[in-house]
């Protein structure tokens, strides 16, 4: 089973519990405006690598992964856009031991038999999703994604009513995610999911900046700094508001 990979991270620190082998797939059908990865977007494209180099690659770093109660994270791009190669790459982390982890927007849910078949399928060996909610707003959202999220809030739906656990991650961007009201209705949002181990609010940066210009893109947030410490904690705030943190995380 083959998939098309962007890149690897061997030690990643960010994407999920301990030390991850993060493993970032090629292609996305959103077109978020503060995306750090836009050289991900290309669907079909990358490099074509089977599990078994996956694996193999992988195995090198179990050492450390596992003392740190790390494992994989499949990240990208969009993961769920190549389901059939992580339920094979995740059946033999599996046989390992490996915790897996999984960082999508959800951008590609539907309702379709084979797809929901599929996911389920791939969440029989998935142990936590990374939720990428990037914003509550439905105007908003198309605006700053390219995309509507209706079918977004309907893959955190399917998501709490099948018990997956997943921490959820919002990018805090200023004047365009940061709105108040936004804020709250996401907030209250999250309290009805019942799946919820972790919110965790993801300051806007700039990394990004230089590879849509490489691109021969224009970075239409070129104008917008980085929220303050404060404005990050108010955020945090207001998306745990109605929101029971269990006894892990």
Known sequence: MNGNIHSIESLGTVDGPGIRYVLFTQGCLLRCQFCHNADTWEIGTGKVMTVSE???????????IQASGGGITVSGGEPLLQIPFLIELFKECKKLGIHTTIDSSGGCFSHSHLFIEQLVELLQYTDLILLDLKHINRKKHIQLTGMANDHILEFARFLSDHNVPIWVRHVL?????????????????IGTLENVQKIEILPYHKLGVYKWEALGYEYPLKDIDPPTEDQVRFAQKMLTAHWESPNHT
């Open 54 to 64: 996956i694996m193999n690659d992988l195995e090198s770093y179990l050492p450390f």
């Open 173 to 189: 961007v200023p004047t365009v995610t940061d709105n108040p009201d936004d804020l709250r209705e996401l907030g209250e949002f």
